[in-house]
């Protein structure tokens, strides 16, 4: 499979918050913010030559292993801005993607950074990323992130994973996506969804920190629990199958109080 | 309130299907279909200068009653399509808004038609739809609609009522919207859920006919039931909070074979 050489390095996407898009205070869900961040990194990958669609003919696709957000300012309705994406860099397991995102007045808000895996859906073990010929060259360290490299989120204490889920949740038709996986964006979903209006009436996500470890299957129901760590603003989450209690995912999520 | 004098009659609103919008089949998901009709709708109220915002500073908002979605042929990922959007009449209670879909090849691929209602934020209680002034100059009757209008759906039979729920959803952050509302779409995500990946793979959703009843609460649980009607490929689907059994929404969804 080859990568195309004429691609540009950085990629751009411009977004405008659907009014839709946004939750009570105005502001655009977290959810969305992905989903925009996703979109570029598919569409970016689709010019290098390595979109879904193409990685599908060979019964190869993306698999999100890791990300992390950071979001400073949460846009509102009908507001415009920008995603920029480039790969960092890439080996034999891993591509780690940086995004920036930038208001309309050209101001950075947050910034992500993404870590891929590629999958062999015959076997459903991980491919050799060197097998994308010419995807190394669109590496670009020079361009640094202010966002931390995605790490190992721990898990919830052994206690809270006893402890009777806070939710549960049946993986419907809309969550399965056109890989026939649990989507990225629904696994955030699923997670900002852990905590109440009251929490996002003052206070807003500063930073979601997510390790993908399974896929959640149609018709599985998931246990979601939540605990607060050491820091009282931070929050850990486990998503994890309810009849095998495999993990399907763990996160950590950080508050600070609205800045607007 | 005064209404625009120099808005256009129909307005256009061009889409595109994102990947992360589609479903196993890769088709686009009909919520994202009612996502780009509900964005256009506003959109063009909006223009009219009878928009959310605008609507929201004289605490008022517009309320979903009814709708119908007709679709032939559903969008695949990167498929590019436009929606087309009139007010076919408005009077003191209700402004039927119509919608056509198209493709990229100009061709109508569906159609919607939406019964508003005002609502007085204050009081909760209808409110009369002429003190929009100008409004129904805005009225186009002459342009016809292939969508039959918004009738009342009839509920589930009274056992089907009393059994136990196919499906429970809990009323959570990401489904309420800026009017502090479920999200007209949350309600149509949940319904299409209601069915399989079995009913999707050789099937898909011709027409879906909602009645809008009552909000769901945050918080709240939804119980979720659905029953075959007299015609084998038809369901009707009943939407009641769990604890109240009050009626959230009825639904009326007729499948035929995929035709792609």
């Known amino acids: ?100 995102f930038f208001d309309e007045d050209n101001k950075r808000f947050g910034g992500a950074r993404l870590m891929w895996a590629l999958v062999d859906l015959t076997t459903h073990t991980p491919a050799d990323l060197s097998t994308l010929e010419g995807l190394s060259q669109y590496s670009f360290p020079e361009r640094k992130s202010a966002v931390a490299k995605p790490a190992k989120v721990p898990d919830i204490s052994a206690a809270a994973s006893q402890a009777t889920p806070q939710k549960l949740y049946d993986v419907a038709y809309s969550d399965i996506d056109i890989n026939q996986h649990f989507n990225s964006v629904k696994y955030i979903e699923k997670i900002v969804d852990m905590f109440s209006l ?24 998931l246990a979601l629990r939540k605990e607060v760590t050491q820091n009282p603003e931070c929050w850990a989450v486990s998503m994890r199958d309810n009849t095998s209690a495999e993990t399907i995912c763990r996160a950590r999520v950080s508050w600070k109080k609205r800045n607007d």
Chains 1, 2 share one sequence.
């Not at 990685?55 to 920008?82: M, Q």
């Not at 009251?198 to 129901?221: C, H, M, P, V, W």
């Open 198 to 221: 009251d929490d996002y009436r003052t206070s807003q996500i500063e930073r979601l920190e997510i390790n993908y470890a399974a896929e959640a299957k149609f018709g599985a129901t």
């Open 1 to 100: 499979m080859n990568i195309s050489d004429s691609a540009p390095k950085i990629f751009s996407y411009q977004f405008i918050v659907e009014p839709f898009h946004v939750d009570f205070t105005g502001h655009v869900n977290l959810s969305h913010i992905c989903d925009y961040m996703l979109y570029a990194a598919e569409s970016h990958a689709e010019i290098l030559g390595c979109g879904l669609e193409e990685l599908l003919t060979h019964n190869l696709s993306w698999f999100l292993t890791r990300a992390v957000i950071e979001i400073d300012k949460y846009p509102k309705a009908y507001e415009k801005g920008k995603v920029e994406t480039w790969v960092e860099q890439t080996n034999r397991l891993f591509s780690i993607r940086n995004i920036d």
